[in-house]
Every structure is written in structure tokens, then in C-alpha cells.
T-cell receptor, first 113, second 116 residues
Framework: GNSVTQMEGPVTLSEEAFLTINCTYTATGYPSLFWYVQYPGEGLQLLLKATKADDKGSNKGFEATYRKETTSFHLEKGSVQVSDSAVYFC????????????FGKGTRLHILP | NAGVMQNPRHLVRRRGQEARLRCSPMKGHSHVYWYRQLPEEGLKFMVY????????ESGMPKERFSAEFPKEGPSILRIQQVVRGDSAAYFCASSPSWGTEPDTQYFGPGTRLTVL
């Protein structure tokens, strides 16, 4: 079945550092891929998504490229801020309308000032 | 356009009581999903509903848990005879109907259930 694997946290970086959070997936066909972010005490917010191979999703300085050949969707940001501290979830949705979204376990990110 | 609304935001119950969690999807959304998040863990899918239909309940415990999404009103997740292990954050998400953005889910702020 479909699955998502993302790097374990916590990840601790200094402000303005470069961020990469790895995510790989297993799925049949061509799923849609997502990154969600959860700030403390809140629900998940969609950060970015990509629906086909080689698509790049981007939002708020974050980017992720749908790599079919490596089955990956790594999240990157060139210069992180303290306000980026949150938990980040990689997720995929299958091709069928009733396929549920599969979430990774989440990666907690701490940004130090 | 108001987002997904959940209430209550915090719910405290004693063991053996019932918990009712409500979710109002975004306007125009007819698909609702419920997830459970335990401390320091990811989201676990529980159930997927459309109006008056349960589409996928493969993540629901077989006993004490039920969900509905009536023709009118919010979706309800009901937990009977709660136990301490039910303490968690419960999130609801909604998505549009097929043909628009069927695969993007929008999340509510969650209900944090504490069982004493």
C-alpha cells in the first residue's frame, strides 16, 4: 500500500540556515504530494503541493519538487526564521477519488535566534 | 470564506462518559475526514464521510467510536465510555467535491480531549 517516510526530528538550526527535510514515498501510479505545517496548539495548514512529476510546489520561501525517479518530495528553504519553528508533515494522496491522505510521522523543527 | 470549524476546542471528560466532537466543513465542501493525533506522533486516519454516507472507516476502533455527517448540520465524532487512552487531539478536515480540488484537505484547529 501507499506509505510516506520522512526524516525523524527534532531538527535544530540557527536562524538563516539552509533547511532540508527529506521525504520519500511508496505508491502506485501518480499520487499527489503535500507538505503540511502544524504550529504549536494549532491544526495542520497546507504549505505546498505538487500533483505530477517534476512539479515544484512553493510557498512562504519553502519549495519541494516531485521527483518520480527517486520517489521523493524533499522540503527546502534557503534561510529559515524563528517563526518557521513547527512540525512539518509530508503526505500523499492516491489517484482515486476516495483514496485517503497518508501522512508521514512529522518532523519537528526548532529554529534558534 | 470561513475555514473548517471544530468545537469544542478543549474537552475534559471522566472515564466512562461520552465525548461528542463537532466539525463544520468549509462552505461548499461535502467531504469530511477525522484524524487522531497522539502526543509527539503523526496523524492517524480514522474515518472519511460524505453527506449521509460513511466512505471509509478503516481507521476507526471497532467499539465505542462512531461518526456521522448528516444532511444538515455538522459532522459528529462520538466516543462512548471514554478511557484515558482516548486522550488526544482530534482533527477534522474537509475537501471539495470531485472535479474541483478533490485531493486537498483543509484542517480545522482540532479538539483536544482529556480523559481524567
Amino acid at each position: 500500500g501507499n506509505s510516506v517516510t520522512q526524516m525523524e526530528g527534532p531538527v535544530t538550526l540557527s536562524e538563516e540556515a539552509f533547511l532540508t527535510i527529506n521525504c520519500t514515498y511508496t505508491a502506485t501510479g501518480y499520487p499527489s504530494l503535500f507538505w503540511y505545517v502544524q504550529y504549536p496548539g494549532e491544526g495542520l495548514q497546507l504549505l505546498l503541493k505538487a500533483t505530477k512529476a517534476d512539479d515544484k510546489g512553493s510557498n512562504k520561501g519553502f519549495e519541494a519538487t516531485y521527483r518520480k525517479e527517486t520517489t521523493s518530495f524533499h522540503l527546502e528553504k534557503g534561510s529559515v526564521q524563528v517563526s518557521d519553528s513547527a512540525v512539518y508533515f509530508c503526505a500523499l494522496s492516491g489517484m482515486n477519488r476516495d483514496d485517503k491522505i497518508i501522512f508521514g510521522k512529522g518532523t519537528r523543527l526548532h529554529i534558534l535566534p | 470564506n470561513a475555514g473548517v470549524m471544530q468545537n469544542p476546542r478543549h474537552l475534559v471528560r471522566r472515564r466512562g462518559q461520552e465525548a461528542r466532537l463537532r466539525c463544520s466543513p468549509m462552505k461548499g465542501h461535502s467531504h469530511v475526514y477525522w484524524y487522531r493525533q497522539l502526543p509527539e506522533e503523526g496523524l492517524k486516519f480514522m474515518v472519511y464521510l460524505q453527506k449521509e454516507n460513511i466512505i471509509d472507516e478503516s481507521g476507526m476502533p471497532k467499539e465505542r467510536f462512531s461518526a456521522e455527517f448528516p444532511k444538515e448540520g455538522p459532522s459528529i465524532l462520538r466516543i462512548q465510555q471514554v478511557v484515558r487512552g482516548d486522550s488526544a487531539a482530534y482533527f477534522c478536515a474537509s475537501s471539495p467535491s470531485w472535479g474541483t480540488e478533490p485531493d486537498t484537505q483543509y484542517f480545522g484547529p482540532g479538539t483536544r480531549l482529556t480523559v481524567l
